[in-house]
């Protein structure tokens, strides 16, 4: 680092590349390009974050004020961004990703259509029945989003097909029947496009200043309705803002799901099965919510990994756990992961500037070789590293994966979250993009966000309030050697308190980010309906009549269903007897648990396992049982213990309810 001879602002030394480019800021070099007669001091610089005399790591503890603890937290991101490129200008490594080529038009629609499922669109139109199941399942909002992006990517094939030539009724101004059809289509789209377009620009010109969230308080977040109709209907409204200034954790706004009469479902309550369709409906949702508020999503074009001699550090997260999981089934985040998370919450969580104080570059270098060697060897010694060094090798393990923990292809869309306005639709939108993510990014990540929730809560000992993490830890997440750089000039202050606002959401809102919403468990019951009902006709009239008649009969069965209702509940891998329930409008999961202990001590039913059961006083406890729903239109659900059955029972009349015992794990994996 070298200082400023003007201000004794700390800058980037000049020359060094800029391997990442993502969000390295201009003024790195800034001293360097512009005359000494002319230069400015990057704190005069508008793409500088403003310098206090007194906002340094020295001083943290002695200033009190927000705007000082602010530039000292901005500091804390430049300063990591400096000793990542630093790192990597030692090493002199190669981009492990390809570059990322610019796409040419229809070719993002192309991609899009095949993410979302909906691949045989792209092709003959007379062989889109398997699209038909999942088109039937959107909302409006949803299915003009689909229909936007397959319009495009048709005019674009159109326009690739058209004869170079010119044809002699161009040139006279003559058109044929089909081209004037199709060019009045083009320049006629569908009346909720142009509805939204009159929205989104009434929605520029408006302020909504006037309407300001109070941090304090605790608002309602709907889960039930999709987003994209949410925002469809606030559109017509107005959105609260938030103060972006605010960097107390404890002054961001508190948020409570709504939790309707079929509860809430976390990621890993619906089985495997279920949630590979989760993604494709989040991707549609996800489009046609940035459709209706006017931003578009951007996504980069997936990039062939390069391969690796290493075996930790560098290597795929798919790899990673196929070479874990040969030692301990199951695992579902990296084990050595795991590993430096564990020491740093054993021995770092109390040191005062953790993660934010970087260790020795030359230490962390021998280390990561050293582990390269021990760790599957079980001879590695953790009680011997020092923490601030075991906190460099976590930061690495990130930045070192081939491809970003938030995907080559989706780290935009993260980075793009902040330019929402209204905080609720950002957590919306991040929401989506968790659920977008590929089930081992989406652990590690969640793993690494539980580990720096507990550090903030260690903030009276280690100093790291919740803006302290979120900076220190968005150039590891944000910034990677093998993406390109396009980040406009001047816009660096904006985009990297961006991104570590983004980091601060998701430390903060995880609990709230990694929930399924009830409107996307629906949909998968819609698909799965269909495909275990589908007509297999050519006849469109036949299957529409066909779907009527079952849409019909359903209506009458639910008219006709009596307000109580006797169902068996099994446990068949604790007991041999089943239990009896009878369902009325108040029975939720929580009272058939507590009915189940209770006949399981005072009855005497016969046990087939009582390994896993609790023995106390000669009686059986199940502190931790969980109610399955299993079958029907759902693979397997775990239930919330506030799910009210009934309801639950007219959704899905031909379910199983299984009773089985939570497995006791300190994290998710």
């Known amino acids: 680092m070298d200082k400023c001879g003007t201000c004794g602002s700390w800058m980037a030394r000049s020359g060094i590349p800029r391997p990442w480019g993502v969000l390295v800021p201009a003024w790195a070099d800034s001293c360097a390009q512009v005359p000494s007669s002319t230069r400015n001091c990057p704190c005069k610089m508008s793409q500088l974050p403003p310098k206090n005399p007194l906002a340094s790591p020295v001083s943290e503890g002695m200033n009190s004020r927000v705007e000082a603890l602010d530039n000292l937290s901005m500091d804390s991101f430049w300063l990591e961004v400096e000793n990542i490129k630093l790192s990597a200008e030692a090493e002199q490594e190669e981009c492990s990703l390809a570059d990322v080529k610019t796409q040419e038009e229809g070719e993002a629609e192309a991609e899009w259509l095949q993410d979302a499922g909906l691949s045989e669109l792209l092709g003959d139109r007379g062989s889109d029945n398997d699209n038909l199941v999942l088109l039937s399942t959107l909302t409006q909002t ?69 309407t300001v969230r109070n941090p304090g308080k605790e608002e309602v977040f709907n889960m039930d309705v999709a987003y994209s109709e949410q925002a469809a209907v606030l559109l017509k409204g107005s959105f609260l803002s938030e103060p972006r200034k605010l960097k107390d954790g404890n002054a961001l706004t508190k948020f409570k799901i709504l939790k309707g009469r079929l509860g809430v479902t976390r990621i890993g309550d619906l089985s495997a099965q279920d949630m590979k369709k989760i993604p494709t409906l989040a991707l549609i949702e996800l489009t046609a919510l940035c459709d209706i508020l006017g931003f578009e999503l951007k996504r980069n074009k997936a990039a062939k990994l390069k391969t690796t001699e290493k075996r930790l550090f560098g290597v795929p997260l798919n790899t990673l756990l196929e070479n874990d999981q040969k030692l301990l ?220 008649i079952h849409v019909d009969k359903d209506k009458v069965e639910k008219n006709q269903a009596e307000p109580l209702k006797t169902v068996k509940v099994h446990a068949s891998l604790l007991l041999k007897d089943s239990l009896e329930v009878h369902l009325n409008n108040a029975t939720r999961v929580a009272d058939v648990l507590r009915q189940f202990q209770k006949n399981l001590c005072q009855n005497g039913w016969n046990i087939v396992n009582t390994v896993n059961l609790l023995k106390c006083n000669n009686s059986i406890e199940c502190p931790n049982l969980l109610l399955y729903e299993v079958g029907g239109n759902i693979g397997e659900h775990c239930l919330d213990p506030d799910t009210y059955l009934l309801d639950l029972y007219h959704i899905n009349p031909h379910a199983e309810w299984i009773i089985k015992q939570n497995p006791s794990y300190p994290r998710m994996f």
Not at 205 to 210: H, R
Not at 341 to 360: D, Q
């Open 329 to 548: 089934p199951n695992t579902k985040v990296p084990l050595l992961l795991q590993a430096l998370l564990s020491c740093l919450e054993k021995r770092g969580l109390e040191t005062e500037g953790i993660l934010r104080v970087s260790g020795s570059q030359t230490r962390i270098k021998s280390l990561e070789q050293k582990l390269e060697r021990d760790f599957y060897t079980g001879l590695f010694r953790w009680d011997e590293v020092h923490q601030n060094d075991v906190s460099g090798l976590l930061k690495r393990f990130i930045r070192e994966l081939p491809a970003p923990l938030l995907t080559a292809e989706y780290l935009p869309a993260f980075a793009a979250v902040q330019n929402i306005p209204d905080l609720k639709q950002r957590l919306q939108a991040l929401n989506l993009l968790i659920l977008i993510l590929p089930e081992p990014n989406r652990n590690t990540l969640k793993a690494l966000l539980e580990f720096l929730s507990k550090v903030v809560a260690r903030e009276k000992n280690n100093k790291m309030n919740l803006w302290n993490v979120s900076t220190v830890m968005a150039p590891n997440l944000f910034m990677h050697k093998g993406l390109p750089n396009k980040i406009p000039e001047g816009k660096e202050k904006q985009l990297a308190e961006g991104a570590a606002d983004v980091v601060r959401m998701m430390i903060h809102y995880q609990d709230l980010l990694w929930t399924v919403s009830s409107f996307l468990v629906a949909q998968v019951r819609k698909l799965n309906e269909s495909n275990s009902k589908r007509y297999q006709f050519c006849d469109k009239r036949i299957k529409n009549l066909l779907r009527k």
């Open 142 to 210: 949803q299915a003009a989003a689909v229909q936007r992006r397959l319009d495009t990517y048709s005019r674009s094939r159109r326009r690739k097909n058209k004869h170079p030539v010119r044809d002699v009724r161009d040139i006279f101004g003559v058109a044929s029947s089909e081209e004037t059809a199709a060019e009045k289509e083009e320049s006629n789209p569908d009346p909720l496009w142009q509805n939204l377009q009159t929205a989104n620009a009434q929605r520029k010109t408006q302020d909504y200043s006037c």
